[in-house]
Every structure is written in structure tokens, then in C-alpha cells.
């Protein structure tokens, strides 16, 4: 039982890794119905982006002083950075094709995750880069059940920006006229609403999420590398399917059961340690066969974006 | 009279190759209410869409208090008092009553007035208080007419331009509907474009009219002459 609790919190906060990466999915695909395949860029980057600043930080010794002030500014820059890389992305790549053919933006979307990935590789190597883990180490135990300050800052900061976005997108002027935009262009010029600074909007805060990911990917698993994106980018994107493309809550809800089914299998099945990675293929193609809406897709309603 | 305060001047506009307006020259005044009839596919929901920007002049131009609008972006428009019910409505349909209320006053920033506009606006349509908290795509179709025009009540338009609002709907909710547009331009004294298939009903609120064929504005006179010449009674007036 208390292995299975184990699994369970770890399960969690995989999970809401994906979900926050999953966001940014099915946020843009809400609003211009694209699979933006450079999504998983922003997570390396931000992986990246935060390792820097950390180690900067580090160099000059603030690391060893104000650890969780490095961090926190480390994020926030990163998730800046992350957000406007992606605005760049959006108008240089996307937005010269908005009236172009679906494929188009598909192709466009395609080149920029090469380019993207490997301009991280040119710049910063093909090698494992080290984040610094010192402050996390330690834990709490709880009749038996180990969790990590790691975990806990995992789940806390998921936790925080889960609802900052949801209250962003469903109480807010601004998250109306992006739930406005996702479901009607023309209409929503109609009443005022810039629909290019709104689909701008969409893209920055679906990769500044993204990138507050990455970081905590670097954390946990204690590195990173420029083909970090990729793998994690498929599961997230699984995550969105799974939830119903488009639909917020879903993308939130199928990032932790991805995670929750991946470190469960890889706890309960025989060698599931092995292929974990392919569970959430397998949710994927089984999601696109058998409910290609996702579980929240056609039912809810209200919560697609 | 006064400066017209919309005016369209030789506009033509093309879906791909297609030709939809092959130049269409009007006038509205300030506080009039001037109707547009003409049959399915004449260009009547083009020309709003021109006049708003959603579809482009090829050529020609659109003016608005006096100023050339047809290179605009569309969404500045609605802060100047442009503001269109579109056809169908479009309500945004996952969006509640409310929220869809709030869209339009978008652009607005004087809360206290958005507030009064929201209560004026459910005093006027009683239905949409006791509906504010569900989706707009939930209500019945007249319910969401309704909907649409308070929508554009909340930006507080100086010309509205209203297409085919009775598109569907009950005779009752019709009258209703009317009822209303009549009294925002009497009260508000906001200038009224209104596009109709329903001539009889327009022309009868309309102080002028315009006839629209295949792109091209046919005939033009006062609501009342249309109403009694003898050519329009039998295309439009089904007689
Ligand atoms: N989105 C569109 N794409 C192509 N053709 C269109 C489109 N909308 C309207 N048309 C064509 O333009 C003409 C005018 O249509 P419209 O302005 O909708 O007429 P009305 O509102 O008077 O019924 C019609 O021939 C119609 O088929
Ligand atoms: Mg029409």
C-alpha cells in the first residue's frame, strides 16, 4: 500500500509536468487549430534558459545564499524569455500563413522545431548540461511514504500556475476574448477584439508554461539536453488528445493521468520500466481510434477554450 | 440635410473570383433608420461585412463620420460606434449570457456604464437575466437574437447595423424584436442600418430604403414610395 502511495504522489507530479506542457497544445490549437509542433522547443528552452541563469547565478555565489530567490527568478525570467521566443515563432512562422492551407502551417510549424532544436545544439552542445540540485535534496516522510522537497516544489508550483491560468482564461477580460477568439474570428472582431495580439497572447503563455516545465524537468531529473523537448513533447501532446485538443481542463486532467499511468506501469508491469515511454503512445492511438474528441472534448462543453 | 454619417461610394467586392458587390453607392444619415431589402444572395450581408472591414472593398470606399474606414483594421471599429448584429447571430456559443454581454463592451472601460448598460439591457430582455449564468450556444434562437442585439447595445453603437434579425423566428419574438430596434433609435437617437428579407416589416420602421440585386443597388427612395410602388409590392411584397 505504501508502495502504491509512493507511485502514486510520483505519478502526480509527473503528471502535472505534462499538464503544464500539454497546455500549450491545446491552447494554440484551440484558437488556430494547429498542432504546433515547435511547441516542445519551448520546453527545452526553457530547460535551458533556466540552467543558465541558475549557474549565473551560481557563478556569483547567490545559489549558496538565496537558493529559492535564484529559483524563482530564474523562472520567471525563463518563462519571459520562453514566451516572447514563442511570439517571435508565432509571427515569423505562422502568422505570413494564416490564410494559408492547414498543411502549410503544419510544414512551417515542422521546420521550426529543427531549426529551433538545433539551434539549442549549435549553442550549447550535444552533451548532458547539469542543473544544480543541492537545494532540493531532502524530503518528508509520511507514515512511510517518501516525498522530495523536489516533488513538493513540483507540485506546488504546478499547483500555482494551473490555477493562475484558470482563473486567467475564465474570470478575466482577456481570457474571455481568448475564449472568444477560439470560437469566433469574425465575431470577435466584430466586438473590438485584436485578434492577432490575442493568438500572440495564446502562444506566449502556452510556452511560458512550457518552460516552467522544462526547469522542472531539469530539477528532477537533474540535467538536460537539447533533444529534451521531443519525448515529453509527444507524451504532453498525447496528454492533450487524451483530454480533448482544444479543451483546457482537458489538457490538465490527461497530463496527469499520462503521468500517473506511465509511473504505474512502469511500477506494476513486468519490465514496464523498460517501455514506459510507450504507454502514453499507446493512450494516444487508442484515445485517436476509439474517442478521437478526448474525454472532455464533445461532452463538456464549456471548457474547450 | 446633414453630412451623411456612413457612406459608401462605388464599393465592389469579390469572394475569390466571384464578384459579389459590383459597386454599391449609399448614404445614411445621422438618426435615421435606412432598411436594405433585396432577395436571398443580392450582397445585403456583404455590403455590412464590407462596411465592417470582415470583407474587403476591391474598390471604392467606405466612409464613417466623414472619414475613409475601408483600409481599417475591423476591430477598431466598434470603439468608434460602428458595431454589426451579424446574420445567424453569431453568439459565442461557449461563452455564458453574461460573458457574451461583456464581449460586447470589450473595448470599454467605464465599469459603472458597462453596469448600467447590462441592466438596461436585461430590462429590456428579461429572458437573458434569468439565462445569464448558461452558454449562448444553449438558448433558442430567438432568445440568442435577442442576445445579439444587447450585445451590441453594451457598445453603445452610433450606427448599428443589423442584419436579417427576424431570420427564423416566431412572428411574435418578431414584432418584439422591432419593437426594440425602433425604441434604440428613438431613445438613442443611434443611426440604424437594417437589412431585411422581411420588406414589409422593414420598410414599415425605415424612413428609407435601398434595393439590392445581384450586387448592384436598384432603386432607392423613401420607405413609403417603395412601400407603394407597384414593382417592389411584387418582388419583395409578395403580392
Ligand atoms: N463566404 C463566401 N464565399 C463565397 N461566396 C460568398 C460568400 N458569402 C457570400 N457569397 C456569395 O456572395 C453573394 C452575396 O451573398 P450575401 O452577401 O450573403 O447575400 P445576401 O445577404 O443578400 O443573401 C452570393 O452570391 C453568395 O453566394
Ligand atoms: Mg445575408
Keep these: ?305 | 440635410m446633414a453630412e451623411p454619417i456612413l457612406e459608401m461610394q462605388g464599393v465592389t467586392a469579390h469572394y475569390g473570383r466571384i464578384q459579389a458587390l459590383k459597386g454599391i453607392s449609399l448614404k445614411v444619415f445621422p438618426g435615421e433608420i435606412v432598411t436594405i431589402i433585396g432577395a436571398n444572395g443580392a450582397g445585403k450581408s456583404t455590403t455590412l461585412m464590407t462596411i465592417c472591414g470582415i470583407v474587403r472593398a476591391t474598390a471604392g470606399e467606405v466612409r464613417y463620420r466623414g472619414e475613409v474606414i475601408s483600409s481599417q483594421s475591423p476591430d477598431v471599429l466598434p470603439a468608434r460606434g460602428l458595431i454589426q448584429v451579424p446574420e445567424g447571430r453569431r453568439i459565442f456559443p461557449r461563452l455564458t449570457v453574461s460573458e457574451n454581454l461583456d464581449m460586447g463592451a470589450f473595448f470599454r472601460k467605464d465599469e459603472d456604464g458597462i453596469r448600467r448598460d447590462r441592466d438596461l439591457v436585461f430590462e429590456l430582455f428579461p429572458v437573458l437575466k434569468e439565462r445569464r449564468r448558461q452558454p449562448g450556444g444553449t438558448l433558442s434562437g430567438g432568445e440568442q437574437q435577442m442576445l445579439a442585439i444587447g450585445r451590441a447595445i453594451m457598445g453603445r453603437p452610433t450606427v448599428l447595423l443589423l442584419d436579417e434579425p427576424s431570420l427564423g423566428l416566431a412572428p411574435l419574438i418578431v414584432q418584439q424584436i422591432f419593437r426594440i430596434v425602433k425604441s434604440i433609435s428613438e431613445e438613442n437617437k443611434t443611426t440604424i442600418v437594417l437589412v431585411e428579407q422581411n420588406a414589409n416589416l422593414a420598410l414599415n420602421l425605415a424612413s428609407r430604403g435601398y434595393v439590392l440585386e445581384t450586387g448592384s443597388v436598384v432603386l432607392e427612395d423613401d420607405a413609403r414610395a417603395l412601400l407603394e410602388n407597384p414593382d417592389i409590392r411584387k418582388a419583395y411584397l409578395g403580392e
Design chain 1, 1 to 305: 500500500m505504501e508502495y502504491f502511495f509512493q507511485q502514486f504522489i510520483n505519478g502526480i507530479t509527473l503528471g502535472g509536468v505534462y499538464a503544464l506542457f500539454a497546455l500549450g497544445y491545446t491552447m494554440v490549437y484551440g484558437i488556430i487549430q494547429l498542432i504546433n509542433f515547435a511547441h516542445g522547443e519551448f520546453f527545452a528552452a526553457g530547460g535551458y534558459v533556466g540552467v543558465i541563469v541558475l549557474s549565473f547565478l551560481g557563478a556569483h555565489g547567490y545559489m549558496g545564499t538565496h537558493p529559492w530567490l535564484c529559483l524563482a527568478f530564474s523562472l520567471v525570467l525563463t518563462m519571459g524569455y520562453c514566451a516572447m521566443l514563442a511570439m517571435a515563432v508565432e509571427k515569423i512562422a505562422y502568422k505570413p500563413l494564416r490564410r494559408s492551407t492547414r498543411l502549410s502551417v503544419l510544414l512551417s510549424a515542422l521546420g521550426m522545431s529543427i531549426f529551433l532544436q538545433n539551434g539549442l545544439m549549435l549553442t550549447q552542445g550535444v552533451y548532458d548540461k547539469a542543473y544544480p540540485t543541492a537545494f532540493v535534496q531532502g524530503g518528508l516522510d509520511i507514515g512511510g511514504v517518501r516525498i522530495s522537497i523536489m516533488q513538493l516544489l513540483i507540485l506546488g508550483l504546478t499547483a500555482v500556475l494551473l490555477f493562475i491560468l484558470n482563473a486567467l482564461v475564465f474570470r478575466t477580460r482577456i481570457g474571455k476574448a481568448m475564449r472568444a477568439t477560439a470560437q469566433d474570428k469574425v465575431m470577435s472582431a466584430l466586438v473590438g477584439i485584436n485578434s492577432n495580439r490575442i493568438i500572440s497572447l495564446t502562444f506566449a503563455i502556452g510556452a511560458g508554461l512550457a518552460a516552467a516545465a522544462g526547469i522542472m524537468v531539469g530539477l528532477y531529473y537533474g540535467a538536460v539536453r537539447y533533444d529534451m523537448g521531443f519525448v515529453p513533447g509527444v507524451k504532453a501532446f498525447a496528454a492533450a488528445v487524451l483530454g480533448g485538443i482544444g479543451n483546457i481542463t482537458g489538457a490538465m486532467l490527461g497530463g496527469f493521468i499520462i503521468g500517473m499511468v506511465e509511473i504505474m506501469a512502469a511500477a506494476y508491469v513486468p519490465h514496464g520500466g523498460e517501455y514506459k515511454d510507450v504507454f502514453a503512445f499507446i493512450i494516444l492511438i487508442a484515445v485517436l481510434y476509439f474517442m478521437p474528441t478526448g474525454i472532455m472534448g464533445e461532452n463538456v462543453d464549456d471548457t474547450r477554450v
